[in-house]
């Protein structure tokens, strides 16, 4: 009995530890104030000060694309449809990009594919593309919805960085799991009052998840959020490596592999101008 006792004893005490270890695992994040979150996570980034001294941005390096689970590229179409170009292979492609940031949500991306270049602008007010692989070789202007979706889009510095001074609103709603890992939910909405939510990881106070502008497929709104992961250190500011776009109820993803990333590189104004 006393040696039956001891077992029951030690089963008792390896449960207590198993319990402690899963509590530990589930333990939501301190709580903290919106503005400290934010504040961390700019410390994170490289600090207010580095951030506020970029004016541009340059980023390269590959788009994944089919595979031999998915054997097309999206594009945006007309009234914010998603559209699909064959690939005509069953490997994984990866299609070389070059994107152009610069204050005042202008951006230029260029991707190259089949031994074609396609070009999307914003340059603040309007917007416009060139899709040479579905056999349109003249400029086109943005949608109304696509227009819509890029004023709403973030500046180079991300939602958090300086968002009182752009007129935006930061509450938190909560902790949530991230990839098994804790992190801050938070609510930001613009001037304009569009909302957005943002993952702050816990720990590191770096993105780890951006609600995206969700996309119609087949008549429906689908969800769209992008994970944020392999940051590293650059010239002063802390970036993301490698971004992945998921949307919900679709199998596969999209996924950006950021090669090399230049501060202020010193960008023409003609690359955000419209053709004439």
């Known amino acids: 009995m006393r040696s039956m006792n001891l077992f029951c004893a030690m089963l008792m005490f390896a449960f207590f530890q198993s319990s402690m270890v899963a509590s530990e695992t589930k333990a939501t994040a301190p709580q903290m104030t919106a503005a400290t979150i934010v504040e961390k996570n700019a410390a994170a980034r490289g600090g207010l000060a580095v951030w506020r001294a970029v004016k541009t941005m340059e980023m390269k390096g590959k788009m994944e694309a089919g595979g031999n689970q998915r054997s097309t590229l999206p594009v945006a179409g007309e009234r914010g449809a998603a559209k699909v170009v064959p690939l005509r292979r069953k490997e994984q492609a990866e299609l070389p990009f070059v994107m152009d940031l610069q204050r005042g949500r202008k951006t230029r991306i260029e991707i190259e594919f089949n031994g074609q270049t396609a070009v999307q602008v914003y340059n603040g007010t309007q917007g416009w593309k060139l899709r040479p692989f579905l056999n349109r070789h003249e400029v086109e202007n943005f949608t109304p919805e696509e227009l819509k979706t890029s004023s709403g889009q973030s500046d180079l510095d991300g939602l958090l960085i300086d968002y009182h001074a752009k007129g935006s609103a930061v509450e938190v709603e909560g902790t949530e799991q991230v990839e098994g890992r804790n992190s801050y939910k938070l ?48 010239d002063g500011l802390v970036m993301p490596y490698v971004l992945e776009t998921t949307v919900e109820g679709v199998r596969d993803t999209e996924k950006i592999l950021i090669e090399n990333i230049v501060r202020n590189p010193k960008l023409d104004e003609s690359r955000f101008a419209m053709p004439r």
């Open 187 to 234: 609510k930001v909405t613009d001037k304009n009052g569009n909302a957005r939510h943002v993952w702050v990881d816990a720990e590191t106070f770096l993105e780890t998840k951006i609600e995206g502008t969700p996309r119609r497929l087949d008549g429906k709104y689908h969800a769209v959020a992008t994970y944020l992961r392999d940051y590293r250190s650059v």
